[in-house]
């Protein structure tokens, strides 16, 4: 059943996220609703069932939980769903000369007085999980993922700049400056130096880096109302197991 959001202190946005992935539609396509893949790149519990009422369920790095309804489908171009919320997503197929581009529009109705803060950390969040969707499908599923993330009571901008320090997550090095296609050299907590080139650079809330061997560092400050979520991402790493773990053990502490 919908619930009825639109009050006098919710607005609706619409925010828009795509990415060019390096294989067919139909590779895309059963990432995205194979029961045993989804999860893998969109988090733990995350479906799309693509048949009429199929369920659809994702929860964000926030904690924001989606849960719905397939309101149509074209297998390996589009499936759209309807929020209980009141919102709706749909997931675009579109098949390129070297791949698929995959589009995301996710309608949500947010609180008036954070409407665009929050409908940014949206924004971000997808561009996440497309990043993640694009290193599971390339990588057919043999690249790993690292996510270490914490709550701040700050305000996004604040929050951002903790991220940097002799103890923090940054140990050396800046991204404030860059641009895209910038080199960047960074040492991180866990005695990890990451050098590349800058993808995309938002300032003061957003850096996705392309470092050697496919890994893509994602650093991010998500708002959350009154305080932030911090984020510290390496995607499409081949490094064993044990070996993220420590990562991960590093990142956290530095980033709380």
């Not at 828009?16 to 539609?25: C, F, H, L, P, Q």
């Not at 390339?138 to 929050?159: F, H, K, M, Y």
């Not at 809330?205 to 400050?221: K, Q, R, S």
Request: a neutral charge; hydrophobic letters at 45%; glycine letters at 10%.
């Amino acid at each position: 059943m919908l619930r009825d959001v639109n009050t006098p202190t919710t607005t609706l946005r619409t925010v828009r996220e795509a990415i060019e992935i390096g294989a067919d539609a139909a590779s895309v396509w059963h990432a995205l609703v194979r029961r045993d893949e989804t999860p893998r790149w969109l988090g733990e519990g995350a479906g799309f069932d693509p048949r009429p009422e199929g369920a659809c369920s994702a929860t964000n790095l926030r904690g924001e939980r989606f849960d719905g309804r397939v309101e149509s489908f074209a297998a390996t171009r589009r499936l759209a769903a309807r929020a209980t919320d009141g919102g709706s997503l749909e997931l675009q197929l579109e098949p390129r000369a070297r791949g698929t581009m995959v589009r995301v529009v996710r309608s949500l109705w947010l609180g008036r007085e954070h409407a665009d803060e929050l409908a940014n950390a949206e924004a971000r969040e997808w561009r996440i999980g497309l990043l993640r969707l694009r290193a599971h499908v390339e990588s057919q599923g043999s690249a790993t993922t690292l996510v270490a993330s914490a709550w701040s009571p700050l305000a996004r901008e604040a929050a951002w700049a903790t991220l940097f320090g002799a103890e923090r997550l940054v140990r050396a090095g800046s991204v404030d400056q860059l641009q895209r296609r910038d080199g960047f050299h960074l040492q991180l907590a866990g005695d990890i130096d990451l050098a590349g080139r800058a993808a995309s650079v938002e300032p003061r809330a957003l850096f996705i880096g392309d470092a050697p061997g496919g890994e893509v560092l994602v650093l991010t400050a998500l708002a959350g109302g009154e305080r932030s979520l911090l984020v510290a991402a390496l995607l499409g790493s081949r490094r064993p197991a044990d070996q993220l773990d420590r990562l991960r053990a590093s990142w956290l502490p530095a980033l709380a």
